[in-house]
């Protein structure tokens, strides 16, 4: 079955980074653009990045963050830098294209 597995969250202070990852199984990834949003609470969910199914096309709304995928090991990442207490939500990826699927979320906090 299709499966998007975020991982990489946790907790972080002010001014470090974080690295998320979503591994994908169960359809053709190459087939797929990548996203990820975020949702803090009492807020709508938001993006934050996409990719395009080759890579060679990027959006990223937070210019500290950078998306990036592999196609070999069917895996997209968001590097997250300089993070702020604002950043704090669950991260979500996205596969979108001939079908849309999500994954359960990674919890990302910072503070000090």
């Known amino acids: 079955q299709v499966q998007l597995v975020e991982s990489g969250g946790g907790l972080v202070q002010p001014g470090g980074s974080l690295r998320l990852s979503c591994a994908a199984s169960?359809?053709?990834?190459?087939?797929?653009?990548m996203s990820w949003y975020r949702q803090a609470p009492g807020k709508e969910r938001e993006l934050v990045a996409s990719?395009?199914?080759?890579?060679l096309n990027t959006n990223t709304v937070k210019g500290r963050f950078t998306i990036s995928r592999d196609n070999v090991k069917n895996t997209v990442y968001l590097q997250m830098n300089t993070l702020k207490p604002e950043d704090t939500a669950v991260y979500y990826c996205?596969?979108?294209?001939?079908?849309?699927?999500w994954g359960q979320g990674t919890q990302v906090t910072v503070s000090s």
């Open positions: 169960g359809f053709t990834f190459s087939s797929y653009g």
């Open positions: 990719i395009g199914s080759s890579g």
């Open positions: 996205q596969a979108y294209g001939p079908n849309e699927y």
